[in-house]
């Protein structure tokens, strides 16, 4: 028998449970969209994935070794980052732009801070919006269609109105055109009829399955759905955030979407499309920058859902999942700070 | 020194209204006086006593007939004469609790049989096998209260002992056995009394606050020892446990047994062993030594394996927020932990340290193997630290 107790605080018993389980149960949930990816838009997607990881571990690695402390490249939080900032480019981008979002990411994003739980804003998010400030053209215009599918979904029959757009930019075309007292009869009626196009079920079914233009990761709706129930199951996430985003971007478009004054936006097509399902479950989720509290979170996912549809129906943009999170996420500690939950048995102060 | 000393006999005096006396708990001679490794750390004052295999008992020790006749004040002043504390683990003068001011009254007493903590069994045998006992000592705890109402909470993963404590309740005594979830900490006095009776007691508070007194079984059964047989708190049951235990048992020891020797009775240690435990694995301090006496809340020593001791250092906090969910007390745990690792000590206790239970939850589920309760502990020392300097601050002032 030893002769040396090991002498500590209590609790003397833990769960089995690490960041790294975390991370890699991340990760584990993001393979089915990335298998995905590579199904709708070939091996290129791979390669970008592959290389923005890379560049994402190398530069945690080297930034680590630089600043004297251990190397934690096995955490799995720098592959986190990898694979969901290359889900947030396009899959037409040159080779180089993963590279250069990851090192940024990694660099700025986080270790700057101090590495894994200090970083204040959500790294990739952070990383995909330097390359869109920086790379505005690449970032916005190198789409690739689905295979099996069109750029936006749709099988336009001779309509010349947008045909080489993403989803969410048709809808906000064709909703810009009628909304304008310039427009030509024949081109509100054109764009009347695009717009009924994007809400049909065959269109809806393209961006449930994936098979449109977009950033490498975010096209499928199922394919995210089905790694998102797996990190519920595990309990890594849990509604608060991604059902009040959601739901919040759905009543919003919905009241204040459609074309045709109050209550006539399509919810569905704004949930679906773009890369709500991919910020909401995977990234406004993101541990480090959201909240810690059950109302904060709540907050947090009303906050995430308002930018989202203020930027998609009234902002530059065609899309605002990613500004939205990164803004929410500048807001966490002030969250945090006013929503402390009531102790068990805390009374008002009278008075 | 050299004193003859029965069982029962008085060698430790109370020193004030929350203290109690300590009973010598074999008989033979005294051969020591002097300071001892204590099982919550440090050396502690000590009586050694070698025994003289006779067990004979001190004239003190008389059983009682009248036991039914006795007054609340009575058996208030058995109880505190027979040195009995809470044997949950607290180890709080039992007489102080059920003494509570006018302003409070009491209208429900409890009678904690949710086991404090995973691994430890001792309230689960006493209720098997002593069921009888242990009512009729809650009965007088309940007459000492004043109160009509008591409730035995036991949690539902032991049928059998609800089995045992519903035949052991009389008919219209006022006395309920309800099954409670099985949880962490079901067993801690607020969360029980939630549980039973969804009253909570306010932050800061005690039970008596919401009219309720919450008392351990085996608490119970040394009422009763005292009452009917005029024994003091001389034994108690400790559960013997752990992977490299030979024989994980339960012993009833007198009080001052060494821990060394329950281990031999135990089977002895298998295993390597990295780990010794007075208590359970969620609040139990750790030992350095087995060279320490049993005492009067030493629900149990466990004992853990290289394998189950998880010794990697901890990671950063990555805000998940698990520690969260997990707190019954509804705290903040990784936002205390942050106040008081920069000493910011007013914010953590706005923030609720002093609310802090110590169970253990937060830390058990934390990913990155934070040592919050290792944290909390230090950050109420501090704070009562400064308390007492503000004390003697304001003390001064008003001597100048």
Same mark, same amino acid.
């Given at each position: 028998?030893?002769?040396?107790?090991?002498?500590?605080?209590?609790?003397?018993?833990?769960?089995?449970?690490?960041?790294?389980?975390?991370?890699?149960?991340?990760?584990?949930?993001?393979?089915?969209?990335?298998?995905?990816?590579?199904?709708?838009?070939?091996?290129?997607?791979? +390669? +970008?994935?592959?290389?923005?990881?890379?560049?994402?571990?190398?530069?945690?690695?080297?930034?680590?070794?630089?600043?004297?402390? %251990?190397?934690?490249?096995?955490?799995?939080?720098? +592959?986190?980052?990898?694979?969901?900032?290359?889900?947030?480019?396009?899959?037409?981008?040159?080779?180089?732009?993963?590279?250069?979002?990851?090192?940024?990411?990694? #660099?700025?994003?986080?270790?700057? &801070?101090?590495?894994?739980?200090?970083?204040?804003?959500?790294?990739?998010?952070?990383?995909?919006?330097?390359?869109?400030?920086?790379?505005?053209?690449?970032?916005?215009?190198?789409?690739?269609?689905?295979?099996?599918?069109?750029?936006?979904?749709?099988?336009?029959?001779?309509?010349?109105?947008?045909?080489?757009?993403? %989803?969410?930019?048709?809808?906000?075309?064709?909703?810009?055109?009628?909304?304008? %007292?310039?427009?030509?009869?024949?081109?509100?009626?054109?764009?009347?009829?695009?717009?009924?196009? +994007?809400?049909?079920?065959?269109?809806?079914?393209?961006?449930?399955?994936?098979?449109?233009?977009?950033?490498?990761?975010?096209?499928?709706?199922?394919?995210?759905?089905?790694?998102?129930?797996?990190?519920?199951?595990?309990?890594?996430?849990?509604?608060?955030?991604?059902?009040?985003?959601? #739901?919040?971007?759905?009543?919003?478009?919905?009241?204040?979407?459609?074309?045709?004054?109050?209550?006539?936006?399509?919810?569905? &097509?704004?949930?679906? #499309?773009?890369?709500?399902?991919?910020?909401? &479950?995977?990234?406004?989720?993101?541990?480090?920058?959201?909240?810690?509290?059950?109302?904060?979170?709540? /907050?947090?996912?009303?906050?995430?859902?308002?930018?989202?549809?203020?930027?998609?129906?009234?902002?530059?943009?065609?899309?605002?999942?990613?500004?939205?999170?990164?803004?929410?996420?500048? #807001?966490? %500690?002030? /969250?945090?700070?006013?929503?402390?939950?009531?102790?068990?048995?805390?009374?008002?102060?009278?008075? | 020194?050299?004193?003859?000393?029965?069982?029962?006999? =008085?060698?430790?005096?109370?020193?004030?209204?929350?203290?109690?006396?300590?009973?010598?708990?074999?008989?033979?001679?005294? *051969?020591?006086?002097?300071?001892?490794?204590?099982?919550?750390?440090?050396?502690?004052?000590?009586?050694?006593?070698?025994?003289?295999?006779?067990?004979?008992?001190?004239?003190?020790?008389?059983?009682?007939?009248?036991?039914?006749?006795?007054?609340?004040?009575?058996?208030?002043?058995?109880?505190?004469?027979?040195?009995?504390?809470?044997?949950?683990?607290?180890?709080?003068?039992?007489? =102080?609790?059920?003494? !509570? !001011?006018?302003?409070?009254?009491?209208? *429900?007493?409890?009678?904690?049989?949710?086991?404090?903590?995973?691994?430890?069994?001792?309230?689960?045998?006493?209720?098997?096998?002593?069921?009888?006992?242990?009512?009729?000592?809650?009965?007088?705890?309940?007459?000492?209260?004043?109160?009509?109402?008591?409730?035995?909470?036991?949690?539902?993963?032991?049928?059998?002992?609800?089995?045992?404590?519903?035949?052991?309740?009389?008919?219209?005594?006022?006395?309920?056995?309800?099954?409670?979830?099985?949880?962490?900490?079901?067993?801690?006095?607020?969360?029980?009394?939630?549980?039973?009776?969804?009253?909570?007691?306010?932050?800061?508070?005690?039970?008596?606050?919401?009219?309720?007194?919450?008392?351990?079984?085996?608490?119970?059964?040394?009422?009763?020892?005292?009452?009917?047989?005029?024994?003091?708190?001389?034994?108690?049951?400790?559960?013997?446990?752990?992977?490299?235990?030979?024989?994980?048992?339960?012993?009833?020891?007198?009080?001052? *047994?060494?821990?060394?020797?329950?281990?031999?009775?135990?089977?002895?240690?298998?295993?390597?062993?990295?780990?010794?435990?007075?208590?359970?694995?969620?609040?139990?301090?750790?030992?350095?030594?087995?060279?320490?006496?049993?005492?009067?809340?030493?629900?149990?020593?466990?004992?853990?394996?290289?394998?189950?001791?998880?010794?990697?250092? !901890?990671?950063?906090?990555?805000?998940?927020?698990?520690?969260?969910?997990?707190? !019954?007390? @509804?705290?903040?745990? *990784?936002?205390?932990?942050?106040?008081?690792?920069?000493?910011?000590?007013?914010?953590?206790?706005?923030?609720?340290?002093?609310?802090?239970?110590?169970?253990?939850?937060?830390?058990?589920?934390?990913?990155?193997?934070?040592?919050?309760?290792?944290?909390? @502990?230090?950050?109420?020392?501090?704070?009562?630290?400064?308390?007492?300097?503000?004390?003697?601050?304001?003390?001064?002032?008003?001597?100048?």
């Amino acid at each position: 028998m030893s002769e040396h107790f090991i002498v500590s605080a209590s609790p003397h018993v833990r769960e089995n449970t690490s960041i790294q389980k975390v991370m890699f149960g991340v990760v584990i949930a993001l393979v089915p969209a990335i298998v995905g990816s590579v199904y709708f838009y070939g091996v290129r997607a791979l +390669l +970008l994935i592959l290389l923005s990881c890379l560049a994402a571990l190398i530069t945690e690695a080297v930034i680590q070794k630089s600043r004297g402390v %251990p190397v934690t490249i096995g955490d799995g939080s720098a +592959l986190v980052t990898g694979v969901l900032l290359a889900f947030n480019i396009p899959p037409g981008v040159p080779w180089w732009m993963p590279v250069v979002g990851s090192v940024f990411a990694i #660099a700025i994003g986080k270790q700057v &801070f101090g590495g894994v739980g200090y970083n204040p804003l959500n790294p990739a998010l952070l990383g995909r919006a330097f390359l869109l400030a920086s790379w505005p053209v690449q970032m916005t215009t190198t789409w690739l269609p689905g295979r099996g599918g069109t750029l936006s979904g749709l099988t336009l029959k001779g309509v010349d109105v947008v045909t080489q757009a993403t %989803p969410l930019a048709v809808m906000r075309k064709v909703t810009e055109i009628i909304a304008d %007292p310039n427009s030509t009869t024949h081109q509100i009626v054109q764009a009347r009829e695009v717009l009924a196009d +994007l809400g049909s079920s065959e269109s809806i079914a393209n961006l449930f399955m994936g098979q449109v233009g977009g950033c490498i990761g975010e096209t499928s709706a199922i394919l995210l759905l089905i790694g998102a129930a797996y990190l519920m199951f595990k309990h890594y996430i849990e509604w608060r955030i991604p059902g009040t985003y959601m #739901a919040t971007v759905a009543i919003l478009t919905w009241a204040f979407g459609g074309p045709s004054g109050l209550f006539t936006g399509n919810a569905l &097509f704004h949930i679906l #499309a773009g890369g709500l399902i991919l910020g909401a &479950f995977y990234m406004a989720t993101d541990m480090v920058t959201s909240p810690v509290s059950p109302k904060g979170m709540i /907050i947090f996912g009303v906050g995430c859902g308002v930018l989202t549809s203020i930027i998609r129906l009234i902002g530059g943009y065609p899309e605002g999942v990613s500004y939205s999170i990164l803004l929410m996420n500048v #807001a966490t %500690p002030l /969250i945090d700070r006013h929503t402390r939950p009531k102790k068990f048995g805390e009374v008002k102060k009278s008075g | 020194m050299g004193d003859e000393v029965k069982v029962g006999t =008085v060698i430790g005096e109370a020193a004030g209204f929350v203290s109690v006396p300590v009973h010598a708990s074999i008989s033979g001679k005294v *051969t020591a006086v002097g300071r001892f490794p204590h099982p919550l750390g440090g050396e502690h004052q000590a009586v050694v006593i070698e025994g003289d295999g006779e067990d004979s008992w001190d004239e003190s020790v008389v059983p009682r007939d009248n036991v039914d006749a006795l007054t609340p004040r009575e058996i208030r002043d058995i109880i505190r004469d027979a040195g009995i504390v809470g044997l949950g683990g607290a180890a709080f003068p039992t007489h =102080v609790k059920l003494s !509570p !001011p006018d302003s409070k009254p009491i209208d *429900t007493a409890i009678l904690n049989g949710a086991e404090c903590e995973p691994w430890l069994t001792a309230d689960h045998r006493l209720m098997l096998e002593r069921p009888a006992e242990v009512m009729r000592g809650f009965r007088l705890i309940m007459k000492a209260l004043g109160c009509e109402r008591g409730f035995v909470g036991i949690e539902s993963n032991k049928p059998d002992a609800v089995e045992a404590m519903k035949a052991a309740v009389p008919s219209g005594s006022g006395i309920r056995v309800v099954m409670v979830q099985v949880k962490y900490p079901q067993g801690a006095e607020k969360q029980l009394i939630d549980s039973l009776l969804r009253r909570k007691v306010p932050a800061g508070g005690l039970p008596m606050d919401v009219g309720v007194v919450v008392q351990n079984v085996g608490t119970a059964l040394a009422v009763y020892e005292a009452c009917h047989k005029g024994i003091p708190l001389v034994r108690r049951v400790v559960t013997v446990t752990g992977n490299p235990v030979g024989n994980p048992s339960n012993f009833s020891p007198r009080i001052g *047994t060494m821990v060394a020797s329950l281990v031999e009775q135990a089977g002895g240690l298998s295993d390597e062993v990295s780990k010794v435990i007075s208590g359970g694995p969620m609040m139990g301090m750790a030992q350095f030594t087995l060279d320490v006496p049993v005492i009067k809340g030493m629900s149990g020593m466990l004992f853990l394996g290289p394998g189950d001791v998880d010794t990697r250092p !901890p990671d950063p906090c990555i805000r998940c927020g698990h520690c969260v969910h997990a707190c !019954p007390m @509804k705290l903040l745990p *990784t936002t205390i932990e942050k106040y008081v690792m920069v000493e910011a000590i007013d914010k953590a206790v706005e923030m609720g340290l002093n609310d802090c239970i110590e169970c253990g939850s937060c830390a058990y589920v934390c990913p990155s193997r934070r040592r919050l309760v290792h944290q909390f @502990k230090y950050g109420k020392y501090l704070s009562a630290e400064l308390r007492k300097k503000a004390a003697e601050r304001s003390d001064k002032e008003k001597g100048n």
